[in-house]
């Protein structure tokens, strides 16, 4: 189920997009109506290791301001990629 409220990242979470998301990360998270962060990751075309350390920071800014943290979308780039890095458990990644 997608939220109203999602965030939308780049289609291309890389090195040159997650400084442009990362502001527009900070912004959402101060703008939510609920304690809940929703990262929808359904447009996501290519990820690469910046990416995976940008939905790190997400899950890390969500516990400090005591938000849930959801990940929605995932798709096979960014699945694959989480998982030969070892990092689904740590983002809870379902595809």
Not at 23 to 30: Q, V
Not at 72 to 93: P, Q
């Amino acid at each position: 189920m997608m939220s109203g409220q999602a965030f939308l990242p780049s289609k291309e979470m890389s090195f040159q997009t997650v400084m442009a998301d990362r502001e527009r990360l900070l912004a959402y998270s101060l703008s939510l109506k609920k304690p809940l962060m929703v990262l929808d990751l359904s447009q996501v075309e290519q990820c690469d290791s910046a990416g995976l350390a940008f939905l790190i920071e997400a899950k890390r800014l969500a516990h400090e301001h005591s938000l849930a943290f959801r990940i929605e979308g995932v798709t096979r780039a960014v699945h694959g990629l989480a998982e030969f890095c070892g990092v689904n458990g740590i983002l809870e990644l379902d595809v």
